[in-house]
């Protein structure tokens, strides 16, 4: 008499990790799309709040700085700020991170347009 063992076969086990292989591959790119929004998000943001200190820096002095350090920048780890031009009627900005080859530019007043910003105070990442 054959007794009859349950189980899954081999070739049961392996059409399943080859399925799971398959969708794997196809989510692995997506979520390191998502991690770089979230990096140029985080980037917008930084400049965002330097171009506040940088009003509030304009209030009190008349004029825009290069100064990073007297602006109170705080950027996200991974973030460099590179403030181009800061005069007494405009100034601009580039923002950079290693782990995505896009940069984010701002510019207000008459300073030189940067990068692709176009439009006097309106952040740009390309």
């Known amino acids: 008499m054959m ?13 399943v990790m080859i399925v799971i ?16 929004k979230g990096v140029v998000a985080a980037m917008t943001s930084d ?17 825009y700085t290069t100064n990073l350090a007297a602006l109170n920048a705080n950027p996200t780890t991974g973030n460099t700020i590179v403030i181009n ?10 923002l950079s991170n290693g782990t995505v080859s896009q940069k ?3 510019f207000t007043g008459t300073a030189a347009p940067v990068g692709t910003a176009t439009k006097d105070g309106v952040i740009d990442c390309s």
Do not use: D, H
């Open 3 to 15: 007794s009859k063992t349950r189980g899954f076969t081999f070739v049961e086990m392996l059409v």
């Open 21 to 36: 292989g398959i969708l794997a591959a196809l989510a692995i790119p997506k979520l390191q799309n998502s991690k770089s």
């Open 47 to 63: 400049l965002r709040a330097i171009a506040e200190e940088q009003e509030a820096y304009y209030f009190q002095n008349r004029t």
């Open 85 to 94: 031009e800061g005069t007494a009627s405009g100034w601009s900005g580039t």
């Open 104 to 106: 984010c530019y701002v």
